[in-house]
């Protein structure tokens, strides 16, 4: 019996079998509904072909026996459509290795899927603090980030995106001074064309700024009114009057556009959501970010979930998208032991990376240059960038007083390594 996760590999020795014959039907498209059946899309011209029509349908009885309940009976396993190309172009989806004319699309209740990584955006260099879980200090380091390039001149922006479990602006700011609206409400009025009655009030100036500034947007406002029935709504497409739709991480980017043309930070920062899900997916893969800071603590969880995310990624083909802008950060880490701990931590984090992103390092004769790195690369993206576990640093909520409190010493102390990287990171994209 065939599950979800054979369909792929199943369709892939199938379609190899028949290269000949696909390249004379021209492209093709394999979607999977939301159910995870599968059914081809091809081009409607293929119809008036009886030799192209009989690979066709010698293709979908062999599907039918391969793949069981996965798809439709095979009278009822191929739509013909005029628009293959603006299909492509509208959907998310991957090729098949080896199999460049075959493209896999999949339907799916959320609008994000990891696999379409927008190319980096032009401006300011756009770091995301991600986690796959909650708790390991990411919304905590961000603010101190926010902090430390403010004390040197830097123009931060800080975005709250943890929408559904917000509190950096608590960080950042007294609750005095919070704005009177939050991206939520942006994204809200957005759908009615009403962004900008909020845009100019989404945005406080924190008083922890110094020779820099830092602009903090939260996820709502100082007073969050319905903020259930809004966040319901944030996630919706857009469709303007002629008909156009664009999807609810389109939207955010359009808004962080908007700001960065607004506020002209240096850097721009931006917490995301803990986990797999559209609105980290929307924060990694759709808002050009330059750098994906991947929060870990040494755990089985930590590397499983990792695992997950980086071979969809290499599955679908998009790895060399994405894995030069990742950056593993080792979180809290322990004070007993914390060389060794550190050494497991960047061995296990190698072995990951060489699994699933890093590229087999190939005969000398061969011209690819390998995008790999040595275990002991400090410069590696899985030599981890590392932040000292402190218990006045476990708070978020008090942070506000603590970063007022503790001098630029006890800040290095615990956040030294990543704030100097940071440095070093957003200085070079600023000289780019």
């Known amino acids: 019996m065939t599950t979800f996760d054979q369909i792929v590999p199943a369709l892939t020795e199938m379609l190899r079998d028949q290269r000949e014959a696909l390249s004379r039907i021209g492209p093709l498209i394999i979607n999977r509904d939301l159910n995870g059946r599968v059914r081809l899309i091809v081009n409607e011209e293929v119809q008036s072909n009886p030799e192209l029509m009989k690979h066709i349908r010698a293709l979908t009885r062999q599907m039918a026996e391969r793949l069981g309940r996965h798809t439709f009976p095979s009278d009822q396993a191929v739509l013909f459509d005029a628009h293959i190309d603006a299909i492509r172009e509208e959907l998310p989806g991957f090729t098949l290795e080896g199999l460049d004319n075959i493209w896999v699309v999949d339907r799916l209740v959320t609008e994000s899927n990891w696999a379409a ?123 303007d009057p002629e008909g156009r739709r664009e999807i609810w991480s389109l939207r955010l980017r359009r808004l962080i556009d908007n700001l960065e043309r607004r506020y002209r930070p240096d850097v721009i920062l931006i917490d995301s959501r803990a986990g ?46 994405i894995r030069e802008r990742l950056q593993v950060v080792g979180a809290m880490l322990p004070e007993r032991d914390r060389v060794a701990y550190l050494e497991r931590f960047r061995e296990r984090a190698w072995i990951l990376f060489v699994e699933e992103l890093y590229d087999q390092v190939l005969p000398e004769a061969d011209p690819m240059e390998p995008w790999s790195f040595d275990q002991a690369d400090e410069n590696a993206p899985h030599t981890p960038w590392a932040i000292r576990w402190h218990p006045e640093w476990m708070a978020i909520r008090s942070l506000h007083d603590h970063v007022s409190a503790i001098d630029a010493a ?23």
């Open 117 to 239: 990584i927008l190319p980096v955006t032009e401006g300011a260099p756009r770091v995301v603090f991600f986690s796959l879980k909650g708790g390991v200090g990411r919304s905590t380091a961000m603010a101190v980030s926010a902090w430390a390039l403010a004390q040197e001149g830097y123009r931060v922006l800080a975005l709250d995106l943890d929408l559904e479990s917000p509190g950096l602006s608590s960080a950042l700011l007294p609750e005095h001074r919070h704005p009177e609206y939050g991206i939520t409400d942006w994204l809200v009025e957005d759908l009615v064309d009403n962004g900008g009655a909020v845009f100019e009030r989404m945005v406080a100036i924190s008083p922890l700024s110094r020779d820099g500034e830092i602009y903090v947007v939260p996820a709502h406002g100082k007073d969050p009114g319905e903020y259930i029935p809004k966040l319901g709504r944030v996630w919706m497409p857009r469709v």
């Open 276 to 321: 797999i899900d559209e609105a980290a997916s929307a924060c990694i893969t759709d808002l050009g970010a330059h750098l994906a800071l991947l929060f870990a603590v040494d755990s089985e969880q930590t590397w499983s979930g990792y695992r997950i995310l980086f071979r969809h990624w290499r599955i679908a083909g998009v790895a060399r998208a």
């Open 410 to 432: 006890g800040v290095d102390l615990i956040f030294g390594h990543l704030i100097d990287n940071l440095r070093v990171f957003i200085s070079s994209q600023n000289q780019s």
